[in-house]
């Protein structure tokens, strides 16, 4: 179904809400009386969560969110909106609800789907069909997480990527899934003509995929096109595997590693809070969302700029309240985060302006101790030495000094990680997919002996060298073999060196509805 023409937004986080907003509970809303209950399967909590709140759906008449899994009890005056994946498990479900001797669970019935109908799910929601007073495929199979970033929300997509020489065509229905799931996202953004696949020369799971995708916007009948062709570029992760495992220290990022982090779309935070040590968050939980306008200024930032700027706001706040005259004369500058964070609780004319600040003075305070606590500036070190092979000075590293450091590094904080083993893992996983091929004998001993993996983290490890063709332990390898660093500029570091060159070669605009490579 082609939905109605959808005026511009901020963003596609945006985007996805004016849609549900509009085609979903309103459409439902004009059709319907009084409240409505609003029944999800796991898959469209996923894809709802990040772009509505609990107070949106009461404003467009929903009393009850309700979980298509679970059982319910029946609210036969109230109209059902059911938005669920278009899987057969999940139309059964909804067929299930109406069918049997019982009475009718709801007034009536609006169904949903995340993703086009087959003839077989079609057929069972045939069945309900006196009391079904919509039937709407939205094509919204994906996660719009904030305005320009997406998940496809195939979380087992990165264990199965690196599993085979590069450009093979390692698992066709997964693949086949995500080739989907992007051209529901173009159709979305109103992208679906006149799209132009680019990736990597050689990589025929690449290609395949491009194909696909192509054929899924031209059978789907795209989203109307733009005023230029859209440019989409396919990176294979086999292409660079060591990035999903090097730590990166914008706020969010860091954020994401350090913290406890909660919720379907990844944006709840629960941290005991430094000032006052074992209380709990205020309402139990620090929410990340576009809501707050600090954290969306603030998120993609370094880590380091983001403890700039937090301390300058404070400081503008306290220099402004003449309740903290103590605080401003001679201690002002001096304060740290969290003498900052105690010093704006102490203000209650100033408490409702400055919570989000007090929050992000706590959480930045929480994710920086778990920085030191963890030794990830070090890390962080190491990780880079392994992805470019050189060091911090720049000059080419030797494998033995590398073997060294990351060996030593696992060691010192092997007694010190009071159980979270995760960080040294990631360095464990970055030096053995940094191998060209192989890890000698006494390598392998001498990584193993400083990380002292339990059995689960052990074929953890060995899994990843195997999918990645790299042998950890072998006869045909003498002891004495030095081990090999790879040698290669992976993608994403190529386009950083080369940015203008890279950004005009990479997007190059070719035919529309075609594929081409760089």
Known sequence: MSLAARPAASGLRELVRHI?????????????????????DAAAARVLTPVLGLYDLVEERVTLVESLEKKRQPFPDMTAVYVVAATSESVAQVAADWRGPTADPYADAHVFTLD?????EMAVLREMARKLRALVELRLDFLALEARAFSLDEPRAFRVAPGAARGAALDAPRDAACARKLANLLATLGAGAGVVVRHRAGNARARACGARLLDELAQGGGGGGGAAPVVV???????????????EYSY????QDVLPVEG????????ADAAAPGAPPPDGAYVLSDRDGLWVELRHAHVAAVVRRLRARTRAVLVSNRGAADLRRGRGGDLSLGEMAAALRRLPEFRAATAQLDAHMTLARAALAEFQRHRLLE??????????????DGAE?????????????????????RGDR????????AYVAAACGRVAEAERTRLFDALRPDARDARRLRRLARRLGVILSSPSFPPSSPPLLLRTAPVLIWHVQRPLQTLRHWTARGPASTINTW
């Open 20 to 40: 549900i907003q509009r085609d979903v509970l309103r459409a439902s809303a004009a059709k319907s009386r009084g409240w409505m209950v609003l029944v999800l």
């Open 116 to 120: 086009v109908l087959g003839d077989g």
């Open 233 to 247: 570029l396919l990176v294979d992760r086999a292409d660079d595997v060591l990035t999903p495992l090097v730590h």
């Open 252 to 255: 969010q990022a860091l954020v």
């Open 264 to 271: 379907a779309a990844r944006d709840r935070v629960r941290v």
């Open 379 to 392: 890390q962080s070190q190491l990780e880079q030495t392994l992805a470019t092979g050189v060091d911090a």
């Open 397 to 417: 590293a030797r494998p033995r000094d590398v073997l060294k450091a990351v060996s030593r590094h696992l060691a010192a904080g092997a007694d010190d990680d």
């Open 422 to 429: 995760s960080h040294a893992l990631r360095l464990s996983a």
